[in-house]
């Protein structure tokens, strides 16, 4: 029970870490990224909590965003390109498929004669 403070505090150090060097530094408020990695890394606790109060980028409507931030589907089945390309696929498989057919049947033996 006396190690829980510590874990909570490196699993915070951890995720705020993570967060601040995937985030855009344009977007990032109030003190350049690398100012903010030196307060998240050195400020116990306090540290990570400001970036995640004060400096992280603001999330668009103030909620969280479950789909891409770059804009694409969050999911494949929600992708036409990614559908588009399965389709191309199965077309190609099915060519190939008729290809070998027509390619691994043995020539027509002419039948016995009478």
Do not use: K
Request: net charge positive; charged share 25%.
């Amino acid at each position: 029970m006396r190690y829980l403070p510590v874990l909570l505090w490196i699993a915070l150090l951890v995720y705020c870490s993570i967060d601040l060097a995937q985030s855009d530094a344009a977007h990032v408020r109030r003190l350049p990224r690398p100012v903010w990695l030196l307060i998240v890394l050195v400020v116990p606790f306090l540290g990570p909590l400001a970036w995640l109060l004060a400096g992280r980028p603001a999330r668009p409507g103030g909620r969280v965003r479950f789909s891409s931030a770059r804009g694409r589907p969050s999911a494949p089945d929600d992708d036409p390109e990614f559908l588009a390309a399965i389709a191309r696929s199965n077309q190609q498989r099915e060519r190939e498929r008729r290809h070998r057919e027509q390619t691994d049947r043995p020539p027509d033996e002419p039948g016995p004669s009478a």
